[in-house]
């Protein structure tokens, strides 16, 4: 089982569970080199840590976003070797960044198989208040759950910091995400999609802007999240140097 730190802990089929894939999907990614190899213990048992589970999800966004395995190969051959769980979970978020919010609907074993954990009462109760599921209206319900959230509130029901920082904390990202995007909708608006509709007339310019709409999201999540780690960075430097 997994015990909250980054040692491979988890079995092939604690593993799939908590990645919502199955087995033998797990040993196929791992034949085709998808997957590196599980840290042997006793008796043989291969474990698996968070590196395997970040790279599972990265796998799978990217088969949703319609690449093949052989694509898949070439994109993750790309990346650098000693990427950590967090890193994939960045190229994971820039990946999706394009795909519509996911939810799906679990029972309570379900959820908690998905979650790769037993989840209490109040366990459940903060995930609902950081909004990654929805609780049922009735006993013996189904959770309605957002998978793109999921993952990330797990890890934060171990996190040694108060729930209700944690929601202060959303409530930050949500509002000036909120306004950045809504900057970015102008800029958009009144630079680039006001002068397109004086030239539609323009088949080079239409297969720009085209073009320009297909890769516009992607470029602007990546230029947002690597924005904000320097800031971040900058930020929490200054304020723990200053003390």
């Known amino acids: 089982m997994a ?7 988890l079995t ?33 048992v291969g474990h698996y840590g968070p590196d395997h589970l970040s790279r599972l999800a990265l796998i799978e966004e990217l088969q949703q976003q319609g690449m093949t395995l052989a694509a898949i190969e070439r ?15 960045i190229h ?10 996911k939810t799906e609907d679990f029972s309570r074993a379900g959820l908690e198989r998905r979650a790769g954990r037993a989840l209490s009462e109040a366990d459940v109760e903060r995930l609902a208040a950081m909004g990654v599921l929805v609780r049922p209206e009735e006993d013996g319900g189904t959770y309605r759950v957002d998978l793109g959230l999921l993952r ?3 890890e934060l029901l171990d996190v040694p910091i108060a729930h209700e920082t944690i929601l202060a904390a959303r409530t930050v990202l949500l509002e000036h995400t909120r306004s950045a995007a809504q900057e970015m909708t102008r800029l958009f608006r009144d630079e680039v999609w006001n002068p ?25 999540v990546q230029a947002l999240v690597t924005a904000f780690q320097r800031s971040l960075k900058e930020e929490l430097r200054a304020a723990f140097t200053a003390e």
């Open 92 to 101: 994971r978020a820039l990946v999706a960044s394009w795909a519509p919010d």
């Open 12 to 44: 092939v089929d604690e593993l799939a569970a908590r990645a919502g894939v199955t087995v033998r999907t797990v040993r196929f990614y791992s034949t085709r080199g998808l997957l590196p190899p599980p840290v042997i213990g006793p008796r043989r």
């Open 152 to 154: 990330l509130g797990v």
């Open 196 to 220: 397109y509709r004086e030239r539609e007339g323009d088949p080079e310019h239409v297969a720009a802007m085209k073009s320009l709409s297909a890769h516009m999201q992607p470029i602007v």
């Open 75 to 89: 994109y993750l051959e790309q990346l650098p070797p000693d990427l950590s769980a967090h890193d994939l979970a």
């Open 3 to 9: 015990t909250g730190t980054d040692e491979p802990t």
